[in-house]
């Protein structure tokens, strides 16, 4: 694809503006306000609570990938994955990491930066519990991350797992399992305005769980 093919897709950006004096002193309400927004607004292939995951490796390369938010508290941003995999060793190593959101139906977009720690086991084992059975059985039988020789080895190891677990419609937790928490230290709003004038809304937490709001520019 050309650069001039690339210079034409162009989105004119029309919805409402972020001002200041409809923002809220402090970040979270106005993401919980933008995520009901984007649930009430984005329609299929989209999901609401998809989101971009940035971390770093231990020589300093960064990694991202797509994945699903599945709780939000006063604390933070909860996600589930594998302990033992590429991104779990990185956030063992390295834990920071940066959060994306993007719905496009609203021209919203937000970002998120802080500290990563695992939930509690009980809570992750609540939601474990919550998952579809197939979905379960998925956990314990991915080696996330690691090489395959085929796709017949993954289903061989879930058909082993389905087999060890045939007599039980609640399987354990696999320990290599769980949630984790980002802990945010900073969050921007991006707002998309017309002539690519956006607004962006940028709460860095200060020292008392202080937030100072600040606008930057586009």
């Known amino acids: 694809m050309s650069t001039e093919q690339?210079?034409?897709?162009?989105r004119n950006y029309t919805r409402d503006g972020l001002l200041?004096?409809?923002?809220?002193?402090?970040?979270?309400?106005?993401?919980?306000?933008?995520?009901?927004?984007?649930?009430?607004?984005?329609?299929?292939?989209?999901?609401?609570?998809a989101m971009m995951l940035a971390t770093v490796d231990q020589a300093g390369q960064p990694h991202c990938r797509v994945l699903l938010l599945k709780g939000l508290d006063e604390?933070?941003?909860?996600?589930?994955?594998?302990?033992?995999?590429?991104?779990?060793?990185?956030?063992?190593?390295?834990?920071?990491?940066?959060m994306t959101f993007f719905w496009p139906a609203l021209e919203r977009?937000?970002?998120?930066?802080?500290?990563?720690?695992?939930?509690?086991?009980?809570?992750?084992?609540?939601?474990?519990n919550l998952r579809p059975l197939g979905s379960r059985h998925g956990a314990w039988a991915s080696a996330?991350?690691?090489?395959?020789?085929?796709r017949e080895e993954l289903e061989e190891a879930l058909a082993a797992v389905e087999l060890r677990f045939a007599d039980n419609q609640q399987p354990p937790r696999p320990e290599h399992w769980g949630g984790y928490r980002l802990l945010p230290q900073r969050i921007e709003f991006w707002?998309?305005?017309?002539?690519?004038?956006h607004d962006r809304l940028s709460y860095q937490l200060q020292a008392g769980n202080q937030w100072l709001r600040e606008r930057l520019s586009p």
């Open 191 to 197: 707002q998309g305005r017309t002539c690519r004038l």
């Open 6 to 10: 690339l210079a034409h897709m162009r």
């Open 144 to 150: 996330q991350s690691q090489l395959l020789s085929g």
């Open 75 to 98: 604390q933070g941003f909860v996600f589930y994955s594998n302990y033992e995999s590429a991104k779990g060793q990185q956030i063992s190593s390295q834990p920071h990491a940066a």
């Open 109 to 128: 977009q937000v970002r998120i930066e802080g500290v990563i720690e695992r939930v509690s086991a009980a809570e992750s084992d609540a939601y474990f």
């Open 20 to 49: 200041e004096e409809l923002a809220p002193d402090q970040p979270l309400p106005l993401f919980k306000q933008w995520f009901d927004d984007a649930v009430a607004t984005e329609q299929p292939p989209v999901e609401p609570n």
